[in-house]
């Protein structure tokens, strides 16, 4: 099932979803969380993509598709920001690079511009769908995938992500791309974090980037608590 899937990460589940959904839904779901666009952001970032218009017949990328492969692109600041849609509501949010400027006025600052929180996608996940899935990433975290985790009397959601790195046509044998992605305390969500590993020396174990995002943040909250 769904919730299993997602705790132990089973590619195959995710492939088979994708399969029996086919390209007429997948596509118009990837381009309604923003798959095709850039996300706003004050420096300039990638544009995200998911699929070579040349390849729509081709099933074995949809099902690699379904689980994160294939050819999705997308930055990590993006995937963070429809990822937290997940903390916020559905609402993917517009990151900002800092919340206000100011400049020193004899001894005070004084606030020179100060930027209010905006939604840049809106509602993309229902919320029967939160309320299904959000449990399922704090199991994740609590005894799946990302049960490395260790923060303490912080509860969190999170995903891990093992992605093969593709080098001349095929994917290239134990060089992989890791990923943590989680937001805190899952309750009442405050702060998200995403962590990525290219190419680690201990290959496709994804212990590595949970543990880096488990010391990133436990600082986070010890700093704003």
Known sequence: NMSNAITKSDNIYFADVALKAGWEKLEPFLKMIGFDERIPFD???????YLNSDN???MQLLAAT?????ELIISPLQMACIFSSLA???DVMTPRLVRATRRMEGTDYAVVDEYSESVWKENIISDHA????VPMLRRVVEEGSGRKIHINGLTICGKTGTAEIA???TYSDGNYILSFMG???????QYACIVIVD????????????????EIMGNIMNYYQ
Request: glycine share 20%; proline share 8%; charged share 10%.
């Open 56 to 58: 729509y017949e081709n």
């Open 199 to 214: 190419s680690p020396a201990g290959g496709g174990n994804s212990e590595i980037a949970s543990t880096i995002f488990s």
């Open 167 to 169: 080098q001349g046509g």
């Open 88 to 90: 916020n509501n559905g």
């Open 43 to 49: 420096l300039r970032v990638s544009k995200p993509g």
């Open 66 to 70: 379904g689980y994160g492969q294939g």
């Open 183 to 189: 937001f805190a305390p899952a309750d009442e969500p």
């Open 130 to 133: 939160l309320s299904t899935i």
